[in-house]
Structure formats: C-alpha cells, structure tokens
C-alpha cells in the first residue's frame, strides 16, 4: 500500500506571496492532520481534517489554512508569507478516525521543505 | 505554563547496550503519549502509545513506561544496534478536552556507536 505522498517536496517562495500543498493520504485513511516543524519550535500542530470537516485546529494565525476533499485529499494553504514561515511542513493520516481513541497512528509523509525568502 | 521537554543534548549509547530516553511535561493531562522515530529528512515514524492507565508498554526490543505521578515517560531499546540512531520524539494529548491536536517535544537525537 502506498504511503503518504506530498507534493511539492521542495518550494521557494517570496515574502507576501502564498502557497498551496498538497498531501495525499494512505488509502482508506480519512483523518489527516498537518504540522510545521522548525529547529526553534520543533514539531507543531496546525489542524486535522476528517471526512471534510475541520475537527481540530493548533495555535496558529488565520493566514493558515486548509480543506479536505471527498477523496480524504487535503491542502494547506498559508497566505501573506512570512520569514519565519520557512519550516517543514508535514502531512500525517490515520486509519483511526478519533485523535482520542487509544488506537490512535498517524502516517506521516515526507513533508514539504517550505523556503521563504 | 505547559510544556513537554526531552534532553536536547545527543545521546551516545555503545551498541549492546539499552538506550533510555526521557520525556518530562507539565500542567498537562495526558489522556495519552506517544513516542516516534525521525530520521533526517524524512517524517516521524510512530512506534509506540501509551494510555494514562498503562504503567508499561512493550514492542520487541522497545520499552515504554509512564509515571503519571513524576509526568515522565521514559522510553528503552535494548540491545541497541546503530540502525537505531535517530532522533525519537514523545508526544502526548491532553485529556482536558478542547480541539488541540497532539503536543510534540523537540526530541532527542540519539546515536549508536559500533
């Protein structure tokens, strides 16, 4: 079975313009969540999505967000980039539908190395 | 205010030996923890959850303990090989409700030498 693909791996982008990343869960998976990691911060958590909806949401301003297709599909988009947006933005999914079941595992993906110059 | 903190120094462990590892939080509720595996340049590998009701937890050679009295979880691999050199980072889920996601430490980098 495939795993968790994100797309695009790498992407320079310029102060105050925004970005779209993609992530493509594990089949039969429809909980994905995302997360920023940095040096600084370490890894940090942005939201999760199951079946479309957005269940739960991390500490981060309203310039990052993000959507979940029927295909369990998910995008994340970040508008009026920042500097200190430069980090590695993954994307994990999880068979378990509930971030408080006991059986709870998420499958991260390779992650998408976000520069911003 | 709340906080997760692993050693952010590296760890050197001779291979043979059990590499243990630590996980400290504070003013957190965990209704769970979780211990991954990064490697550079790719995304954590989950390995192990432990309950709040769950002192032990065991994996082949990994080992994971919880104390919710001390709010420390330490995590072992014994017979440590240097395949095991990695970075592990605990994560918890705080069971005092609300829509938070997962809270993750910084880490600690471990290596293994032959």
């Known amino acids: 079975k495939a795993g968790v693909t994100q797309t695009p791996r790498y992407l320079i982008k310029t102060r105050g313009q925004q970005v779209t990343l993609s992530c493509s869960p594990i089949?039969?998976?429809?909980?994905v969540s995302w997360y920023q990691q940095t040096p600084g911060q370490g890894l940090q958590f942005l939201f999760e999505?199951?079946?479309?909806?957005?269940?739960n949401k991390g500490n981060f301003p309203g310039r990052f967000s993000g959507r979940q297709f029927s295909n369990s599909r998910s995008e994340m988009n970040v508008s009026t980039l920042e500097l200190g947006d430069s980090a590695l933005y993954l994307c994990?999914?999880?068979?378990?539908?509930?971030?408080?079941?006991?059986?709870?595992?998420?499958?991260f993906g390779p992650g998408t190395r976000l520069t911003v110059t | 205010s709340q906080k997760i903190e692993q050693n952010s120094e590296a760890l050197n462990i001779q291979e043979g030996k059990t590499a243990t590892l630590t996980c400290n939080y504070t003013?957190?509720?965990?209704?769970?923890l979780q211990w991954y595996r990064q490697d550079p340049g790719r995304g954590p590998v989950f390995l192990l959850l432990i309950r709040e009701n769950e002192k032990e937890k065991r994996k082949e050679r990994l080992k994971v303990t919880f104390d919710t009295t001390l709010k420390q979880s330490l995590f072992h691999i014994t017979a440590s090989q240097p395949a095991d050199s990695a970075t592990y980072l605990c994560a918890l889920l705080h069971s005092g409700g609300g829509a938070d996601g997962l809270t993750f430490g910084k880490g600690t980098h471990l290596i293994i030498q032959p």
């Open positions: 003013n957190y509720s965990p209704a769970y």
């Open positions: 089949s039969g998976h429809r909980s």
């Open positions: 999505y199951f079946s479309e909806t957005q269940r």
């Open positions: 994990a999914s999880s068979l378990v539908g509930s971030l408080r079941s006991p059986f709870y595992e998420q499958y």
